[in-house]
């Protein structure tokens, strides 16, 4: 069963970087398409990104400027590349592919 890994949050000051990246194991067919959600304490899941193999993104205007969805085919692996964080963006973070289970998360925490 292919599933999906997030890794790379951590703890990270205001306005700095972190690049998250979600994994899929269990199988070698190619991922098309992927989303990134988050979930902050107390709030509903929210989807910040999306994209395809064919090139299109789209973002939520929360992240639009500052986050940047990508892919490596070679790796099966999709990236969260997140910009000039700010505490706000604290959240355990998603990726999601139709079709397949949710991962763990990842916790991203932007705090001085």
């Known amino acids: 069963q292919v599933q999906l890994v997030e890794s790379g949050g951590g703890l990270v000051q205001p306005g700095g970087s972190l690049r998250l990246s979600c994994a899929a194991s269990?199988?070698?067919?190619?991922?098309?398409?992927m989303a990134w959600y988050r979930q902050a304490p107390g709030k509903q899941r929210e989807l910040i990104a999306g994209?395809?193999?064919?090139?299109?993104?789209n973002y939520a205007d929360s992240v639009k400027g500052r986050f940047t969805i990508s892919s490596d085919n070679a790796k099966n692996t999709w990236y969260l590349q997140m910009n000039s964080l700010k505490p706000e963006d604290t959240a355990v973070y998603y990726c999601?592919?139709?079709?397949?289970?949710w991962g763990q998360g990842t916790q991203v925490t932007v705090s001085s």
């Open positions: 999601k592919s139709a079709g397949l289970p």
């Open positions: 994209g395809t193999l064919f090139g299109s993104t």
């Open positions: 269990g199988s070698t067919f190619r991922i098309n398409g």
